[in-house]
């Protein structure tokens, strides 16, 4: 017998952040960009805390939201124009400083497949996937108005980096109305320290909701069992 679903089963949104081939794979521009300015390891620990552990939550919340039929959003911070005037300075900035030593396109273009958003996390075809050129997808895209048009109140942020695009779309969600819900183990950050940090910092701003995957699917589950 089918039971009728809550409402609150189609207010809430999973916002999957800049989950991106570039960011993550080990010979991407990116990483060589990175090494060469800060050492081999600068990219060791958020690497490997994606694949040992920021992945397989994804993949989990992903399974939740779609048998649900829960909005899922992802966000990929790329470019549209090749001298990639349209991204944020400090973006842009980091571009021309490898291009300067002959790493071209350590931020790709969205046409890249280093653009694409990681293949153990890929989009439906069915879902929706919006590109940014700013820390906050609220800045340069039409994430808001998307949102609303979805009745969607409550956020579920998890991705990269944590204490960069994760934590200021968190705020301006916040700043715009949304309750937000940061999952502590699906994001991943530069160090555990910028990590704890963000979150921490968050909880005044976002309203402090955090969880980690296991508490939050299962607060979930008893509230919204599938039919």
């Known amino acids: 017998m089918n039971r009728r679903k809550p409402k609150e089963t189609a207010d809430q949104a999973l916002i999957i ?11 991407a521009p990116f990483a060589r960009f990175h090494a060469l300015r800060a050492g081999d390891d600068a990219l060791d620990y958020i690497q490997q805390r994606v694949n040992r552990i920021v992945l397989p939550n994804i993949g ?6 779609r048998e649900r039929g829960r909005p ?17 300075p400090a973006f842009r900035a980091v571009w021309r400083d490898g291009a300067n030593i002959d790493i071209p396109d350590v931020y ?5 497949p280093l653009a694409e958003v990681h293949p153990a996390i890929a989009p439906r075809p069915s879902e929706i996937v919006i590109n940014k050129t700013t820390f906050s997808a ?11 048009e979805l009745c969607v109140h409550t956020l579920v942020f998890a991705g990269l ?9 968190a705020r301006d969600a916040a700043d715009r109305g949304y309750t937000v819900i940061h999952i502590e183990d699906g994001q991943a950050d530069y160090n555990e320290m910028f990590h704890n940090a963000s979150l921490f910092a968050s909880r005044g701003v976002c309203g402090g909701l955090l969880y980690e995957t296991d508490e939050y699917l299962e607060r979930q589950t008893i509230l919204f069992p599938v039919d």
């Open 17 to 27: 952040v800049d989950m991106q081939n570039y960011y993550l794979q080990s010979d």
């Open 60 to 65: 989990r919340l992903l399974f939740f939201f």
């Open 72 to 88: 899922v959003v992802f966000l990929r911070l790329c470019a549209q124009k090749a001298d990639r005037s349209d991204l944020h």
């Open 108 to 112: 790709p273009l969205a046409s890249d």
């Open 138 to 148: 609220f800045t340069s895209t039409r994430l808001d108005e998307i949102l609303r």
């Open 161 to 169: 980096a944590t204490s960069q695009c994760v934590d200021t779309t």
